[in-house]
């Protein structure tokens, strides 16, 4: 995924997984991006965004949006539910990456990364990503974020229209720059679960 400042960051923009693949993964292919944060709910920030380069090789080495919605629905939910299981939740989760891969395949010839390359409005770069299967406001506001702070993708208003995800607290994977900034980003989770303002992962 190459960014949209004129400086390539040293380091993957996501080092999130623990496994320099699979944060590369998260760099380069924008669906690897979309299924990750797809993935990021109800499992630690690591198990959902490693999820994409486990699912790239039990596909044969390949992430393509448009194979895999060519696929049965069912097909990818046995691919899922093989253990160990890609998430909490397989099969559902099977479904959403599904249709989200459809949604790709159907609207943007099957290159995700259209759904932001040279966007200059904000709001019509939010619009596209609330439009994703399984992609909430919240969801969308944290990919929104990500996609400013970590690989330069910032049309004029993302900071308005993320917040507060797009603030300095550690609260998303969008502020994860390392094992240390994973670190304060659950314990800023767990803060919020313990004065019933959150949800830990």
Same mark, same amino acid.
């Given at each position: 995924? %190459?960014?949209? %400042?004129?400086?390539?960051?040293?380091?993957?923009?996501?080092? &999130?997984?623990?496994?320099?693949?699979?944060?590369?993964?998260?760099?380069?292919?924008?669906?690897?991006?979309?299924?990750?944060?797809?993935?990021?709910?109800?499992?630690?920030?690591?198990?959902?965004?490693?999820?994409?380069?486990?699912?790239?090789?039990?596909?044969?080495?390949?992430?393509?949006?448009? !194979?895999?919605? /060519?696929?049965?629905?069912?097909?990818?939910?046995?691919?899922?539910?093989?253990?160990?299981?890609?998430?909490?939740?397989?099969?559902?989760?099977?479904?959403?990456?599904?249709?989200?891969?459809?949604?790709?395949?159907?609207?943007?010839?099957?290159?995700?990364?259209?759904?932001?390359?040279?966007?200059?409005?904000?709001?019509?770069?939010?619009?596209? &990503?609330?439009?994703?299967?399984?992609?909430?406001?919240?969801?969308?506001?944290?990919?929104? !974020? &990500?996609?400013?702070?970590?690989?330069?993708?910032?049309?004029?208003?993302?900071?308005?229209?993320?917040?507060?995800? /797009?603030?300095?607290?550690?609260? /998303?994977?969008?502020?994860?720059?390392?094992?240390?900034?994973?670190?304060?980003?659950?314990?800023?989770?767990?803060?919020?679960?313990?004065?019933?303002?959150?949800? !830990?992962?």
């Amino acid at each position: 995924m %190459t960014p949209e %400042t004129d400086e390539t960051p040293p380091l993957p923009p996501l080092p &999130i997984t623990g496994v320099a693949e699979a944060d590369r993964l998260l760099a380069e292919e924008p669906l690897a991006l979309l299924l990750g944060m797809l993935l990021d709910q109800q499992v630690p920030m690591e198990w959902a965004f490693r999820g994409p380069w486990s699912l790239k090789q039990r596909l044969g080495g390949e992430l393509d949006a448009i !194979a895999i919605a /060519s696929l049965d629905p069912e097909a990818l939910v046995a691919v899922f539910c093989d253990k160990p299981a890609l998430h909490r939740y397989p099969a559902a989760m099977a479904r959403r990456a599904h249709a989200v891969c459809l949604h790709v395949a159907e609207r943007y010839d099957g290159d995700a990364g259209a759904i932001w390359r040279g966007e200059r409005s904000a709001q019509k770069l939010y619009a596209r &990503i609330r439009q994703l299967p399984g992609y909430g406001e919240e969801k969308a506001k944290i990919l929104l !974020a &990500i996609l400013g702070k970590r690989f330069g993708v910032a049309p004029r208003g993302w900071k308005a229209l993320a917040l507060p995800f /797009s603030d300095r607290v550690p609260r /998303s994977a969008a502020d994860v720059s390392g094992p240390e900034a994973l670190a304060r980003v659950r314990a800023f989770k767990r803060e919020q679960k313990r004065r019933g303002l959150g949800k !830990a992962d």
